[in-house]
């Protein structure tokens, strides 16, 4: 079993619309985990940093753990075009593992 | 520097050929990760580097795959014998260290290798 999975999309929302990005991991023991966005043709950037459990906010921004089931999900208020990326959760380690990603499109 | 900087962003080779990618860590950083990305699918990781110490290799196909980070000269990544699926984009990352808030990672924007 993969450490962090992801289902790949495409999600398509329009502009505006609350975004809901998950991902699932394997062990109950991890506690840290990151949320990566890559733009096309560039590479990826930390867009938010959580611990364990409970919801970090920064702006349009919420990422939520849920250990008890092992969800990460990222939430996007008041999406925009420019939020068109492909999001990665990650599980900081010694060798930081990713899932595959999942691509959003926000179309206008 | 203050991003980290991959080159050459391009590079075909044919089967068999040998390709080397550069990588020059931001400043000040300990750690270098090499991951590899083919066809936007997940990242695989390569190797990683404490200094121009190797940290962690578990990754590393050691058949055909080598990688270098020496003092004063950018990191290395580089791949005898080509073959087909070999083709991918490889990102290099570096980071202050790997654990906790300074763990974050901080990407080149790749170098992407094709093989014919």
């Known amino acids: 079993q993969k450490e962090v999975e992801q289902d790949p999309g495409p999600l398509s929302v329009p502009e505006g619309a609350i975004v809901s990005l998950n991902c699932t991991y394997s062990?109950?023991?991890?506690?840290?985990f990151m949320w990566y966005r890559q733009y096309s043709r560039k590479g990826p950037e930390l867009l938010m940093y959580t611990y364990s459990s409970g919801n970090k906010e920064d702006g349009r921004f919420t990422a939520q753990v849920d250990k008890s089931s092992k969800y990460i999900s990222l939430f996007i208020r008041d999406s925009q075009p420019s939020d068109s990326a492909t999001y990665l959760c990650?599980?900081?380690?010694?060798?930081?593992?990713f899932g595959r990603g999942t691509s959003l499109i926000v179309h206008p | 520097g203050e991003e980290v900087a991959q080159t050459p962003k391009h590079l075909v080779r044919g089967e068999g050929q040998k390709a080397k990618l550069y990588c020059a860590p931001i400043?000040?950083?300990?750690?270098v990760f090499w991951y590899q990305q083919v066809l936007k699918n997940e990242f695989k990781f390569l190797i990683s580097f404490q200094n121009e110490n190797v940290f962690d290799e578990t990754g590393m196909p050691k058949e055909r795959f080598s990688a270098k980070c020496l003092p004063n000269s950018p990191c290395s990544l580089e791949i005898q014998a080509t073959k087909l699926e070999d083709s991918a984009v490889y990102f290099c990352a570096s980071s202050q260290s790997v654990q906790g808030n300074t763990g974050e990672l901080f990407f080149g924007e790749g170098s992407r290798l094709t093989v014919l």
């Open positions: 990650a599980r900081e380690s010694y060798i930081p593992t």
């Open positions: 062990n109950s023991a991890f506690q840290y």
């Open positions: 400043k000040g950083h300990s750690y």
